[in-house]
């Protein structure tokens, strides 16, 4: 194993939950990584021998943001329809048919030029660790090579036949139904960690209740956890739904009635309201109020949803900006959904949290404090620090103690 120590922190976030505000800042500390995982955290002076370090001068280090809401597989692209939006279009799902013809018309190499490009755009943004859904494909083959493709990337992948209802199916949903629950479901669950389905009754191409249901249950039962797009576009049964099933996330919530604020509370241990604000800004829709979901005792996670029609960004850090300007969100309570929060929506504690025994999924930002995250909206601050590689280029230099150029860490 190779230790690495990383010094000259101005503030580490811990997201650990431990302290009244969840960020649980410290200061005057160092790190200890040995190869991927955090080994040690204490006081810089204490701090062990390493075989190499890094200083990192005085910049804040947070945990990875974990984006728990990704269609990252797609090829071609929906500028047109966006335009169209910014002029009073209005949204239902339509323009998904457009990315699925041309996501099968592309070859699987350059569906992987495509991933790896996007996937090294979010981590330059701060992004450790990435949930990536089918969707684009639509037909068992298509399907099946999406998540093959997408598990080269990322463990957190999810199945999403049911997606909405490809225009072959128009005239026949109950068949295709039929292929999503069955034949679809079982050549795609090797390669899935999660299902999900986009539950909206008010569109004529996505899945109503039953139709949902009956997805879910089959996903569940191939052993599969469950997610759930839900009220996004109006009112409908997606959230409580989700909760009723015991699914992990119930993802946009941007419609919500009381009972469903109160059934999102009474499960907040079980299933996350993971919300999407980069799609409200993209579609002129109103933005869910994240404060009153707090306030409700509602576990809440951010992630981007970048996709190709309704939020094409990658950047965690606009996620955040617009949290707190658009949703009520203070800068520590998006900071924690969108880390510590988002990995809940994974179910994962490995993650989202920098404790010892955790993946070392650090973000360096080129500021001394997060707060810097939604006072600079737009301006890339935050990178994942691959500690292996910067610990390389710290021990070549005469001096190891000096991190040199911030473009170092990029």
């Not at 068992?140 to 957190?156: C, H, Y």
Request: negative net charge.
């Amino acid at each position: 194993m190779s230790s690495t120590l990383i010094t000259g922190i101005g503030e580490l976030v811990t997201c650990d939950g431990t302290d009244p505000e969840p960020l649980g800042i410290r200061s005057n500390v160092a790190v200890v990584v040995d190869d991927d995982t955090i080994a040690w955290i204490g006081a810089a002076a204490d701090a062990p021998a390493c075989d190499t370090m890094i200083d990192v001068e005085g910049r804040a280090i947070i945990p990875g943001f974990v984006d728990s809401h990704s269609h990252l597989l797609f090829a071609g692209d929906r500028a047109t329809e966006f335009a169209a939006r910014m002029t009073g279009q209005p949204y239902d799902g339509g323009g998904i048919g457009v990315t699925v013809a041309a996501t099968r018309a592309a070859t699987d190499a350059e569906l992987q030029r495509l991933l790896a490009g996007r996937i090294a755009e979010l981590r330059s943004l701060g992004t450790a660790t990435v949930e990536i859904k089918s969707g684009y494909g639509l037909t068992v083959a298509d399907e099946v090579r999406s998540l093959q493709i997408a598990r080269e990337f990322s463990t957190e992948t999810t199945f999403l036949g049911a997606h909405v209802v490809p225009v072959e199916y128009a005239q026949d949903r109950a068949a295709y139904l039929d292929v999503v629950t069955g034949p679809m479901l079982a050549a795609a669950a090797p390669y899935a960690r999660w299902i999900d389905v986009f539950c909206e009754p008010g569109s004529p191409h996505a899945f109503d209740a039953d139709e949902a249901r009956e997805i879910l249950k089959a996903g569940a039962a191939a052993g599969l956890g469950l997610r759930v797009h839900g009220n996004q576009l109006g009112p409908g049964p997606g959230v409580q739904l989700a909760v009723e099933l015991g699914a992990a996330s119930v993802d946009h919530c941007t419609y919500l009635a009381d009972a469903d604020v109160d059934a999102l509370a009474a499960a907040n241990q079980t299933t996350v309201a993971t919300l999407l604000p980069g799609v409200e800004f993209c579609t002129h829709s109103p933005y869910p109020d994240a404060a009153r979901l707090l306030a409700a005792g509602v576990s809440v996670a951010l992630a981007t949803d970048c996709n190709p029609g309704t939020c094409y960004s990658s950047s965690m850090p606009w996620i955040i900006s617009l949290a707190v300007r658009e949703m009520g969100l203070t800068p520590a309570d998006a900071l924690f959904a969108a880390t510590a929060g988002s990995a809940k929506s994974l179910r994962r504690t490995d993650i989202g949290r920098l404790v010892v025994g955790n993946r070392a999924d650090l973000s360096l930002l080129d500021a001394p404090s997060y707060l810097h995250l939604p006072y600079r909206p737009g301006v890339p601050i935050a990178h994942v620090l691959d500690v292996a590689v910067t610990a390389q280029r710290a021990s070549a230099r005469p001096s190891a103690r000096s991190s040199g150029s911030p473009s170092d860490f990029r």
